[in-house]
């Protein structure tokens, strides 16, 4: 995974009115926390921020009061009617070490065949990987899976370098019987044909 770098600012003032001003300026509030250090509040560019986070558990170099620090999105917070980055918390990493995330669950093939339908339990599995090499996504086939068929947790093969970090007898994904409707009742209580 490619590192992507931003610029950063460190924050001074702190409170809705100072927010409200790092916003306006297109830049985003974030706090930089790990490895038992003291948190780091800082801003950082608005649009680049949301480039950057299109792409999921990314990896971001910055450079705060000129020490340069790896660190992955732990929390984004969004406005809820603009989707605009209200806030950032990010999660200070080292190169080489392990650290936990959710990746995506993606699905591919056809069921057999019938009136099935396929239920995503879960949309994301926890993982351990390096912080260097996170996977972006997991792909599952389901070809030829019927009513009732399901695929738990420990039965999808992980990318190189990950291991699950959840519960290995979770079920992420399911196939069910399509539910039929009742025919309609006319008034008299009679069945109708269509």
């Known amino acids: 995974m490619a590192e992507i770098k931003l610029a950063t600012e460190v924050r001074t003032e702190f409170g809705k009115g100072a927010a409200r001003r790092v916003r306006r300026a297109n830049r985003v509030p974030a706090v930089v926390y790990g ?25 971001i170099g910055l450079e705060i009061d000129g020490k340069d620090a790896l660190v992955i999105p732990k929390a984004v917070q969004r406005h809820p009617l603009r989707s605009t980055i209200e806030h950032v918390d990010l999660l200070t990493v080292k190169r080489g070490e392990k650290v936990q995330v959710e990746i995506a669950v993606h699905a591919e093939g056809d069921l057999a065949p019938g009136a099935n339908l396929l239920e995503f339990v879960l949309n994301t599995l926890l993982v351990e990987a390096e912080a260097t090499h996170i996977p972006e996504s997991v792909t599952v086939s389901v070809a030829g899976l019927d009513a009732g068929d399901s695929i738990q947790a420990k039965d999808i093969a992980l990318p190189k370098g990950s291991v699950l970090a959840g519960d290995e007898d979770a079920i992420v994904i399911q196939v069910v019987a399509a539910q039929a409707e009742e025919p309609a009742a006319d008034e008299a209580g009679e069945s109708t044909e269509a």
């Open 35 to 59: 490895h038992g250090a003291e948190p780091v509040h800082v801003t950082l560019p608005g649009h680049e921020l949301q480039l950057a986070l299109r792409t999921a558990n990314v990896l």
